[in-house]
């Protein structure tokens, strides 16, 4: 059965659609500050290569793929961890600067800082006192 | 390779344990005892496990870590993992979502009784701590002629 189902799940037909369904939803933390906004989103299991960053109009798309070393005849005893994909997206606001995120992944956390335009950035306002 | 564990998906006697673990963690009202290790679901980190005659690998998904954070031992079959994931949230900042998990953490996961806890080594990579414990030779396969 394992065999089997390790071979469907690397066919090519449906495949993009089965794991986009099948994708698990990594846990993020998003946070802004006065110059733009940062997001954090736990992917263990995904390397460099194989992760995927895109923005396409106004849409972000964080997408990866898990690869761990297990052994070709292992059975699976026990498993919390059932997809092979993390994927995620978010819409971007105009004020952010799509154009210049940037994102680094370090031990399968994967870290973007998405800047504000400078003009959108927030200005402290005076009040001044009418005496 | 990984479809070892997405295979586990189809099998409807998992799926009704998994049910079973449900109710029996949301209302302690199941008849079936639950295991006394067992986790909550949704436990963090998710665990996978795998199993050949030579060894067993548990896989523990626990991103952002270091090495030292991580606190692995064993005693007889009983493999006890946990270490914390300190998180700093900064109030100034403003926060719209915190989903990661942040503090402390213990998994703990019964193993085969034929491992053999002198021969454990483990590694962390891309977030995933991979822990690889073998097994007695007297537990494996041998084939037996016929005279």
Do not use: C
């Amino acid at each position: 059965m394992n065999a089997k189902t390790s071979t469907s799940m690397t066919d090519t037909a449906g495949t993009a659609a089965r794991a986009a369904q099948d994708a698990m939803r990594p846990p993020v933390d998003i946070f802004e500050d006065a110059e733009g906004i940062t997001l954090e989103a736990d992917m263990p299991g995904v390397s460099k290569e194989r992760l995927h960053v895109q923005v396409d109009a106004n849409t972000l798309l964080i997408e990866g793929e898990v690869q761990i070393d297990l052994p070709e005849t292992a059975e699976a005893v026990y498993a919390d961890v059932r997809s092979t994909r993390w994927r995620r997206s978010f819409t971007l606001s105009n004020e952010l600067e799509a154009d210049k995120i940037d994102a680094s992944l370090r031990d399968g956390v994967l870290r973007l800082r998405i800047p504000k335009h400078p003009q959108q950035r927030p200005r402290r306002i005076e009040v001044r006192t009418t005496g | 390779m990984f479809g070892t564990f997405t295979g586990l998906q189809g099998n409807l006697f998992d799926q009704l344990d998994r049910l079973q673990r449900e109710l029996d963690d949301s209302f302690g009202l199941w008849p079936q005892a639950a295991e006394l290790r067992s986790p909550a679901v949704g436990s963090w980190p998710p665990i996978n496990i795998g199993a050949t005659p030579q060894r067993v690998d548990v896989y523990l998904f626990a991103p952002g870590l270091t090495a030292d954070e991580l606190d692995i031992s064993i005693q007889q079959n009983l493999l006890t993992i946990g270490g914390q994931r300190r998180i700093e949230r900064a109030e100034e900042q403003r926060w719209y979502r915190s989903e990661r998990h942040s503090g402390e953490f213990r998994r703990a996961v019964t193993l085969p009784e034929d491992v053999d806890p002198e021969r454990v080594e483990a590694t962390y990579r891309d977030g995933v701590l991979h822990v690889s414990v073998q097994r007695r030779e007297s537990a494996q396969p041998r084939r037996i002629t016929v005279s």
